[in-house]
């Protein structure tokens, strides 16, 4: 968390889940010791929980007041998510696993997901692209979901592009994760947890050196 702190960002995140509830939470100190307050930090849970240990994790989480509490239950059980927003008053977050308009439509319509408070996260490039992304924006525009709310899985340079293009929260970054696949343009620069984008022509991804060569090798085949 310090790395990433030094390398300029401001919010982070870490995953919770794998151990039990109290030793969670004592990581979650040691971790805000570091960071300094809950809006700088967001927890992961990846879907692992059923009702009982989520509304545990809820109960336990609430009073950090964290940027946001993700996946805690599998991303289509929206009764379990309308339950969690009822009792737990930070933001809760989700949509990495859903990927198409009607399924982003079932949550905000089911999942009890607050308008303007609440995270949701779809991926861009798994959730069939920008055309179908777009679409997604229409569909929450007519439940006035802000764009702000917005905030793409994934941490790659495409999901980021159309994080600036289209105006949204922000989008994810995976330092030094998935390889060549992951991360931003070899010359970006992260201050103040925000980043200025190249004037580059294409998606992004010709300004990462290791994946051009990948791509270039794959349609010269």
Known sequence: MRRHLDAGYTLVKMKVGGLPLDDDVRRLEAVLEVVGAGD???VD???KFERAEALA???ALAPFKLRWFEEPCHPLDFALYAELAGVYAPPLATGE???STQDVKNLVRFGGFRTGHDIIQVDPPQAYGIGQYAKT???LATY???RSSLF???GNQMSLSMAAGLGLGGAESYP???GDFGGFADDAVIANGAITLSDRPGIGFEGQAGLYKIMKELADL
């Open 97 to 99: 696993n859903l990927y």
């Open 152 to 154: 793409p899985h994934g």
């Open 57 to 59: 994790y809820a109960k």
């Open 40 to 42: 700088h930090l967001a």
């Open 137 to 139: 924006l229409d569909m």
């Open 45 to 47: 849970a990846n879907g």
């Open 176 to 178: 030094g994760v998935f």
């Open 144 to 146: 006035n979901w802000p």
